[in-house]
């Protein structure tokens, strides 16, 4: 139930802080250690390449997923997304593991992979918000996301915590690969839920942003590097999913490439710039943009703030930025979706959970 919340998709929103506390409990033992099965562990350990299968926003969430089990636990990751995937299968590793990244466990595009895999005998381990779901039945093991129901077309909550799963993940395959960690994922969890609390308080805040800047646009383009390029790609689809304007999301680096062509007096143009070690090639493309004439909002993280920047994210660790930045692009769908009189929790054209092919 909505209860006071005039749409699912803000009280959604709101749940993220708790989701991420669900998520420290069920995964830590009494002793604050991790609490994951052997068999995954072992999955993980015993895998050359991980390939991770999704569609939609769990595809974006399965972007930060390599960076995490690539950066973490040392274990080559590829991303696919599932309706490619089928016919235009990659050259598989000798001892591939496949995770199957779905909110619903019910999507048909990701299925069929599964059903693919497995005839040629590979394992298969399911992240999913529906632990009965048919992917999470049909797969050899699940990790559930315990983010309680999502049902706003929208996904929100269920993509910070599939990337706080598969941060967990990570850290467990590090650990029994014996790779000395200075991360603690519970801790950093923590953190980042007290982050996500205070943005859910600066609601005024990304309305402004949204009235401001999308109230009549025609477009809007996401920029960012590194894994802020992974949420702009989400941004973005949040923003087109609900409002229908036309956004994209595109990494910094590509803009003169073709995509700065687009510019034109008064584009919007969002920059997130939480990465350190970009931070000053991001804040070159937005001086670029903006000497074009787009009307450009940066997003940045307290300690790499500049002046003119509109929304400073507490800071988190490096690993989990994006757990923290979607969240002021997840509001500025919902108020921009909400400014154009959308039916945000049910756009048109789209269902919750996409059963065909
Ligand atoms: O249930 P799934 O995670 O498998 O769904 C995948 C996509 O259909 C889903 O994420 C979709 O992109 C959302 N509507 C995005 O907000």
């Not at 809007?220 to 609900?242: M, N, P, T």
């Not at 143009?269 to 970009?278: D, P």
């Amino acid at each position: 139930e909505k209860g006071t919340y005039p749409h699912f998709m803000l009280k959604e929103i709101d749940e993220q802080p708790f989701v991420m506390r669900n998520i420290i409990n069920k995964y830590q033992n009494e002793n604050g250690k991790l609490k994951l099965d052997d068999d995954i562990r072992k999955a993980m350990t015993d895998a050359d390449r991980v390939y991770i299968v999704a569609c939609g926003t769990s595809y974006h969430a399965g972007l930060v997923g390599k960076q995490l089990i690539e950066n973490i636990a040392e274990i080559p990751v590829e991303v696919h997304i599932a309706s490619e995937f089928v016919y235009n299968m990659p050259l598989l590793s000798k001892k591939p593991l496949f995770i199957f990244i779905s909110q619903s466990g019910e999507t048909a595009d990701s299925r069929a992979v599964l059903v693919e895999i497995k005839k040629l005998g590979h394992k298969a381990l399911t992240i999913t918000n529906v632990p009965g779901s048919t992917l999470s039945r049909e797969a050899n093991y699940t990790l559930n996301l315990y983010a309680g129901p999502e049902i706003a077309v929208a996904s929100t909550k269920a993509y910070t915590a599939q990337i706080a799963v598969l941060a967990i993940l990570a850290v467990d395959s590090a650990h029994a690969k014996g790779i000395e960690l200075d991360f603690n994922p519970m801790q950093e969890l923590a953190i980042v839920a007290n982050a996500m609390e205070t943005l859910c308080n600066q609601k005024e805040q990304m309305e402004n942003i949204a009235r401001e800047y999308l109230a009549v646009s025609r477009n809007c383009f996401f920029i960012g590097r590194s894994a802020d390029f992974y949420v702009c790609l989400e941004g973005a689809l949040k923003l087109k999913e609900i409002s229908y304007i036309q956004a994209e999301g595109f990494a910094g680096g590509e803009l003169k490439h073709g995509t700065i062509a687009l510019i034109e007096e008064g584009t919007p143009v969002i920059a997130l710039a939480t990465q350190e070690h970009v931070n000053l090639s991001i804040r070159g493309n937005v001086k670029e943009v903006a000497a074009r004439g787009a009307y450009t909002c940066i997003i940045s993280m307290d300690g790499m703030q500049d002046e003119e920047d509109r929304i400073v994210l507490p800071a988190v660790h490096e690993y989990l930025t994006p757990l923290v930045s979607v969240l002021p692009l997840q509001l500025i769908s919902y108020y921009a979706a909400l400014h154009r009189d959308c039916d945000v929790d049910k756009p048109r054209n789209l269902a919750k959970s996409v059963t065909v092919e």
